[in-house]
C-alpha cells in the first residue's frame, strides 16, 4: 500500500530575523518523528520582504544549510520557499532537500502584482514534478494557486504542494482555491500558509489544510496558531478513485508558451 506521510508546518514568521526563524522552527519541528515530507510556508526564514536585499546566495547559506540539516536529523524531505540571489533580481525558490543532502528547486512562477513583486523577483519558467518514493509532487508557491492552467495535472502528479504567505483579507479565496484545484485535478493538495502580521501591517490567520481528491478536508489547522501536524495520505485510494471516475481522459490537450 503506497504512503506518504507529510508534515505541515503553519507558525508566526518573525521579519526578516532568519536565526528566529530557523531557531523557533527547529524547536516545533523536535518532536516530529517517522515522517517523509516536513512543508514550511512562503519564504518562512524572512517573510514575504521581496523589496529588501535578504537574499540568499544560490544553491547555499545559512537557510540551505538549515534544511539540510533537518533533512538528515528527520530523515525527510523539507520544502519551503526562500528568497534567493538569481541574476540582477532574486527569486523566489522553492527548496526540495532530500535526506542525503541533495537538492532540488522550483523558482515562483507568477509574481504577485499587487505587491510588486515582479520588480524584485524573477519569474521561473519551468514547472517541476518531484518524486517520494514514486509518489509525485507538484510544488506551488502562493499565488500559482490562482492560475489552474499551471497546476493542471496531466495525469503527472499525486499530490499538489502549495506554500505561501496568503493574507487573512484574501482567506476565502485561499480556502476555495485549495479545494477546487483537488476536484479538478483529482490529486490531494496540500497548502501551508504562515499566521500573524508581517512587517508591512499584513495580518495572516493560516488556514494550513489538506484536502482529498474530492475536494474533502482530512486537516485544517487552528486559525491565528501555530501548528504542527503529520496526517498519512494513501495513494491507493486516489488510484481506485481515478480508475473509477477518470475524468482526466477527457481532459483537453494544451501547451503552454514560455
Known amino acids: 500500500m503506497p504512503t506518504i506521510n507529510i508534515t505541515t508546518v503553519q507558525f508566526d514568521i518573525n521579519w526578516l530575523d532568519k536565526q528566529k526563524n530557523l531557531n523557533a522552527l527547529s524547536q516545533l519541528l523536535d518532536k516530529v518523528n517517522n515522517t517523509d515530507l516536513i512543508v514550511l510556508p512562503e519564504t518562512f526564514s524572512t517573510g514575504f520582504a521581496v523589496n529588501l536585499d535578504i537574499g540568499e546566495p544560490e544553491q547555499s547559506g545559512v537557510v540551505l544549510e538549515w534544511m539540510k540539516n533537518i533533512a538528515s536529523k528527520k530523515n525527510a524531505v523539507v520544502a519551503g520557499s526562500v528568497l534567493v540571489n538569481s541574476q540582477a533580481k532574486k527569486a ?14 522550483y523558482d515562483k512562477r507568477h ?23 514514486d509518489i509525485k509532487i507538484l510544488p506551488l508557491v502562493c499565488y500559482d494557486l490562482r492560475f489552474p492552467v499551471w497546476a493542471r495535472n496531466r495525469n503527472d502528479y499525486d499530490i499538489m504542494i502549495n506554500v505561501a504567505n496568503w493574507p487573512a483579507a484574501r482567506r ?16 490531494y493538495v496540500v497548502g501551508v500558509n504562515r499566521i500573524g502580521d508581517d512587517g508591512n501591517g499584513t495580518p495572516h490567520n493560516g488556514g ?16 491565528n496558531q501555530a501548528s504542527v501536524h503529520s496526517l498519512t495520505l494513501n495513494l491507493d485510494e486516489l488510484s481506485t478513485f481515478k480508475d473509477k471516475f477518470p475524468i ?3 481532459a483537453d490537450e494544451f501547451d503552454i508558451h514560455q
Not at 92 to 105: I, K, L, S
Not at 208 to 222: K, R, W
Open 172 to 187: 476565502t479565496i485561499w480556502d476555495t482555491l485549495l479545494k477546487a484545484r483537488a476536484i479538478e485535478n483529482q490529486s
Open 208 to 223: 494550513t489544510a489538506v484536502y482529498d481528491f474530492n475536494g474533502e478536508p482530512l486537516f485544517q489547522a487552528p486559525d
Open 248 to 250: 482526466y481522459l477527457d
Open 92 to 105: 523566489n525558490r522553492f527548496y526540495w532537500v532530500w535526506p542525503h543532502g541533495d537538492v532540488a528547486y
Open 111 to 133: 509574481l504577485f502584482r499587487l505587491s510588486n513583486e515582479g520588480e524584485h523577483v524573477i519569474a521561473g519558467d519551468t514547472r517541476h514534478v518531484f518524486s517520494i518514493n
